[in-house]
């Protein structure tokens, strides 16, 4: 870790690995992205893809790059780091990585939300993701209040979260069956979870968004990396506990909540992003910086795979989310119980 000072008396702590680490994923977020971009029914080499984004591509290209492709890897980038950072902060508060959003009940929050839209509303695309938003901080609201006891433990809140999560599932179900063929049909594919025909509609209300709490919960971040301490420890450093915990849940459930609103619930990036950054950063705390860089590049990866791993055959991104993030989460139970945590 080394300090830097400014003029002003400022100090900055940067730890020379973790700088490292979030410099590499960003660049492997570049390249993906631009893999992404020309992957599809009509392939652009990359060399072609980055000429295209410095306005140097013929008119197909710019169509294709512009109008297809780039919003869509775009909106990949933002929702992955957007359930990174959230399970990021879930984990951290809830000290648990298992603690992730997607396990505790707030995807599933969302995802009634929407489905309440397009089955008994029959909605359109902005009031299916505003269905999704508002079932998702409704969802972050409950649990927060079944969880509470003279203030919120992180193994309350994930058992109250996993409970949750049983009912919302069985909601989902009932919806569903409920639906109207054409409603069902459209239903299971927004659950699956995907970024197809995503466009520049769904990006600029994310980015909006997002410009607004990945701040606020980048500001908290050193909050955050006290509360993985305990209560105590953090109200002895001088950290207002309770409305600190409250502005990093209200940040988090936000994210997960407008992440699902844009491409449906996809599983297991927040749950194994944040993670799979601290291995590599090897720091302790939230890795907040280098958790949302894992998980755009996770998702971007996914969406590759998706797009040309099966030929013709184009899977939503969620699918392949749910096998590479199911293989993870059996990893970390096996290596946790090997560690004698659980």
Partial sequence: MKAIRTPGGFSLRIDPRTSAVVALLTAAVLAAGVLVIGSGDYPIAPGDVVATLLGNGTAAQEFIVHDLRLPRALVAVLVGGSLALSGAVFQTLTRNPLGSPDVIGFGQGSAVGALTVIVLFHGGQFAVAGGAIVGGLVTGAAVYLLAWKRGVQGYRLVLVGIGGAAMLTAAIHYLLTKASIVDATRATLWITGSLDGRDWVQFWPLLSLCAVVVPLVLAHGRHLRMLEMGDDAAHALGVPVERTRVVLMGSGVLLIAVATAAAGP?????????????????SPGPNLAAGAAMGAALLLAADWIAVNAFGERLLPVGVVTGVLGGCYLLWLLFTERKAGRI
Avoid at 268 to 280: D, E, I, K, W, Y
């Fill in 266 to 282: 996809i599983a297991f990036v927040a749950l194994s992003a944040p993670q799979l950054a601290r291995r590599l950063t090897r």
